[in-house]
T-cell receptor
């Protein structure tokens, strides 16, 4: 089954404790992206990647890192989480960067205390 | 810079009536436009897209949208609403000259039985 998976689905952590949210897709998609969803703000793009070893900042990259060492995986790293990063995070992938629709993962709900 | 606006936070429609969810956009180049739907506790699902060609685009679940270049709009429509259409709807735009995708803040659609 074609899908985007994220882990963990729920995470409670404390300020400053490094964490990684994994994202994996099995569709051989080139383009992958991370978003955060906050009430009243919709979805905002954090980082995106057009292919292996090619990443770029979205609209809200501060406090986040990503890597794309393999085509299927695109982890999101919070080196020192803060409470303002409490949010619902979605990973998405598409065949290419412009025309194709995005497939979204189920989401990761993060609470930073 | 590209932007997208969904002017209504919430839309209420009686079951069986036609529905419209509004979206306007601003891009410097050619727009690629998308509608996604989010059901409770789920990731986003693709509904339809406009890339080029016919201004009237048909998508999943009986939805359609009309691209209007002069009004820079891409309103989502359905002739007869179902209670199961109740969800959060997002409009998104990509500029053909950019790699980023911008989402609107979302419109919550309530279909009243």
């Amino acid at each position: 089954e074609a899908q985007v998976t994220q882990n963990p689905r729920y995470l409670i952590t404390v300020t400053g404790k490094k964490l990684t949210v994994t994202c994996s897709q099995n569709m051989n998609h080139e383009y992958m992206s991370w978003y955060r969803q906050d009430p009243g703000l919709g979805l905002r793009q954090i980082y995106y990647s057009m292919n292996v070893e090619v990443t770029d900042k979205g609209d809200v990259p501060e406090g986040y890192k990503v890597s794309r060492k393999e085509k299927r995986n695109f982890p999101l790293i919070l080196e020192s989480p803060s409470p303002n990063q409490t949010s619902l995070y979605f990973c998405a992938s598409s065949l290419d960067r412009v025309r194709e629709t995005q497939y979204f993962g189920p989401g990761t709900r993060l609470l930073v205390l | 810079a590209q932007s997208v606006a969904q002017p209504e936070d919430q839309v209420n429609v009686a079951e069986g009536n036609p529905l419209t969810v509004k979206c306007t956009y601003s891009v410097s180049g050619n727009p690629y436009l998308f509608w996604y739907v989010q059901y409770p506790n789920r990731g986003l699902q693709f509904l339809l897209k406009y890339i080029t060609g016919d201004n009237l685009v048909k998508g999943s679940y009986g939805f359609e949208a009309e691209f209007n270049k002069s009004q820079t709009s891409f309103h989502l429509k359905k002739p007869s609403a179902l209670v199961s259409d109740s969800a959060l709807y997002f409009c998104a735009v990509r500029d053909a000259s950019d790699d980023k995708i911008i989402f609107g803040k979302g419109t919550r659609l309530h279909i009243l039985p």
